[in-house]
T-cell receptor
Framework: KAGVTQTPRYLIKTRGQQVTLSCSPI?????VSWYQQTPGQGLQFLFE???????NKGNFPGRFSGRQFSNSRSEMNVSTLELGDSALYLC?????????????FGEGSWLTVV | EDQVTQSPEALRLQEGESSSLNCSYT??????LFWYRQDPGKGPEFLFT???AGEEKEKERLKATLTKKESFLHITAPKPEDSATYLC??????????FGQGTRLTINP
């Protein structure tokens, strides 16, 4: 069974540009969440999608957005990049149930903003 | 607001020296407490989910326990390959995880 797949694994962008990251969840999983990991702040929740609808959102500016497609694949977009957006962006998938659902993470996309 | 505090921040052990990592939490309506292992440059690897106080789970040299305020990850007779950062997270009323800062564990041969 394939795990959570994230692309690209590494990318470098310039301040002011935008970036799109992609995530393919585990087959059968309908919930996809995104997290940002930095050395100073640790892992922080960005947003969660279930059946193409955003169910939860973290405390990030509107420059961070996402969407989920009918096949449960998800993308997140960051516009007008800032140096502080440099981080490991992690995607996680689960069945999305209220209880008893294990949350699995992908290997992440390393974003460097210069 | 849900909060998770892990201690110690870093722990260095000799191979075979057993110890415990602590995770203290406050959450409104615990749906699950999660333990992950993270190696440098990789995503978190799922270890355990605990749902109610008194629950225990084991996997190889690891054993996780849960009370109403904290969780412990006990590591018995660790090996160098157990070196990693161990992350604790809670899931409350929303479908999101709140993570602690992690414990960086180093096992010396």
């Amino acid at each position: 069974k394939a795990g959570v797949t994230q692309t690209p694994r590494y990318l470098i962008k310039t301040r002011g540009q935008q970036v799109t990251l992609s995530c393919s969840p585990i087959s059968g999983h309908r919930s996809v969440s995104w997290y940002q990991q930095t050395p100073g702040q640790g892992l922080q929740f960005l947003f969660e999608y279930f059946s193409e609808t955003q169910r939860n959102k973290g405390n990030f500016p509107g420059r961070f957005s996402g969407r989920q497609f009918s096949n449960s694949r998800s993308e997140m977009n960051v516009s007008t990049l800032e140096l502080g957006d440099s981080a490991l962006y992690l995607c996680a998938s689960s069945s999305g149930g209220v209880l008893g659902n294990t949350i699995y993470f992908g290997e992440g996309s390393w974003l460097t903003v210069v | 607001e849900d909060q998770v505090t892990q201690s110690p921040e870093a722990l260095r052990l000799q191979e075979g020296e057993s110890s415990s990592l602590n995770c203290s939490y406050t959450v409104s309506g615990l749906r699950g407490l999660f333990w992950y292992r993270q190696d440098p440059g990789k995503g978190p690897e799922f270890l355990f989910t605990l749902y109610s106080a008194g629950e225990e789970k084991e996997k190889e040299r690891l054993k996780a326990t849960l009370t109403k305020k904290e969780s412990f990850l006990h590591i018995t007779a660790p090996k160098p390959e157990d070196s990693a950062t161990y992350l604790c997270a809670v899931q409350g009323g929303a479908q999101k995880l709140v993570f602690g800062q992690g414990t960086r564990l180093t096992i010396n041969p």
